[in-house]
């Protein structure tokens, strides 16, 4: 069997990255930018970073910003209506996950309309033509959407958040400058940044992992370990280091996939919104424990990544539990709930257990499980 890996064409990373976007854009002889970007993001003059750019290149664009924290299909279907009366020939994606995730789709319908119902791309859609040429900036350290071949759009009337996979939505450019994290208030950045760590976390222990993943998320654990403390606190080499190991972490997990961590999380964002971020870091260290019988040695590598000393002279056990505790204290240390009380309402746990089940990211878990072990798994945490 054959493993396949893929990747932008290019990427730019490092302050300043932003001012290339104009080059990109009259390289590819593209004419005019469809500008996906949230409110917030507007509001906040963050987006005004990059179409200050196009300004001064003098590149033609139109802004599109009906885009909500978890984007829905109706964010999809009217941006899809507002990129045909654009005129555009690209799409500039600025913001977290929201904004790429939607321009992706975006993307994804201009090219294959026959995919206009939103809810036909979910799972591996088997779309013909790549979408529409993506420019992707993060806003934030964390999802790696500008380097990965996912998307997730919530699908309002079911609460429910569907998975898309599709090789031919990966931007074609990833423009990853830390200049464009900096505004990011320390919760989102705290959130975020845990998002990064369960990717490299559970991308190095899904069952699609290989040595090439693995190198990627041993690095990117290794970084944002070292980092995300730092770039909380707003230091330039914290914001740094963590635009770079969220980005080497998507480079990993889209390409083997991730586990029931973002299963479980990914319907509580579809029903009580809850930030993605915040929602794996609460859930990782539980999920880590249920999983550490079926990762072998993985987790003293884990524990090592992140920085725990005298690992080779601990027992298995002792090293998975020094990996677990590691990834604990740093959740703790950036201000993330300990567990779901806060969130989870006690009736509704049946629905999250089914659907956490029925997400395209459980197959990938290393441990094989059930709708009752994923429902014990959230009461654990209330």
Partial sequence: MANRFVLNETSYHGAGAIKEIATEVKGRGFKKA???SDPDLIKFNV???????????????????????NPTIENVQAGVEAFKASGADCIIAIGGGSSMDTAKAIGIIIKNPEFADVRSLEGVAPTKNKCVPIIAVPTTAGTAAEVTINYVITDAEKNRKMVCVDVHDIPVVAVVDPDMMASMPKGLTAATGMDA??????????????ELSDMFHLKAIEIISKSLRGAVENTPEGREEMALGQYIAGMGFSNVGLGIVHSMAHPLGALYDTPHGVANAIILPT????????????????????G????????????RKAAVDAVKKLSQDVGIPADLKEIVKPEDVDFLAQSAYDDACRPGNPRETSVEEIKDLYLSLM
């Avoid at 990717?199 to 699609?208: D, K, N, P, V």
């Fill in 197 to 210: 760590l369960t990717h490299a976390i559970e991308g190095y222990i899904t069952a699609g992992a290989w």
């Fill in 308 to 319: 725990v000393k005298g690992v080779d002279d601990m027992t298995l056990d002792e090293a």
């Fill in 287 to 306: 999920v880590m424990e249920y999983n550490a019988p079926a990762t072998g040695e993985k987790y003293r590598d884990i524990a090592k990544a992140m």
């Fill in 47 to 69: 987006t005004k970073k990059v179409t200050d750019v196009l300004d001064n290149a003098g590149i033609d664009y139109a802004i599109y910003s009906n885009i909500k924290a």
């Fill in 34 to 36: 469809f500008v996906c």
